[in-house]
């Protein structure tokens, strides 16, 4: 069975409350906001596009990236762990956390420790996204 390529919570928070929420929770298990994108806006501004509130963080642990960029150049292409924080369309919102486990599979692994490693920082995103 394919793994799930995300790691899924909704929240009873306010959108702008879910974002600072997101980042406090994932501070405090080692990961920082490296990146903002707020899509409503972006996609407004080059397309004059209407949408949902919709922002992605890009989430880095520096000591696990160098730990995983040690093990496979091409890992940096997996980088950071992206964490979605979105409306459905019943006005919930919704955090939607990269699973590493699932998306570091994509890299070559010959001896099995890309993958051991992908394991423990999924842990921590799991973590992090239950104390949201």
């Known amino acids: ?29 080692g990961f920082g906001a490296i990146t903002e994108i707020d899509i409503k806006k972006t996609l407004k501004e080059k397309i004059n596009a209407d949408f949902k509130k919709y922002t992605i963080l890009g989430m880095c642990n520096p000591k696990t990236a160098m730990d995983v960029l040690d093990m496979s150049d091409e890992t940096g292409l997996l980088l950071p762990c992206n964490v ?5 369309k019943e006005g919930n919102v919704i955090v939607n956390a990269v699973n590493p486990a699932a998306l570091l599979s ?9 993958k051991r490693k992908s394991l423990e920082i999924k ?10």
């Open 1 to 29: 069975m394919t793994e799930s390529i995300s790691i899924k919570k909704t929240v009873n928070l306010d959108f702008g409350s879910a974002i600072l929420r997101v980042k406090e929770a994932f501070k405090a298990n």
């Open 84 to 88: 979605c924080i979105y409306e459905d």
């Open 106 to 114: 994509l890299a070559a692994d010959t001896d099995g420790n890309l």
């Open 123 to 132: 842990k921590i995103i799991e973590k992090a996204v239950a104390d949201i």
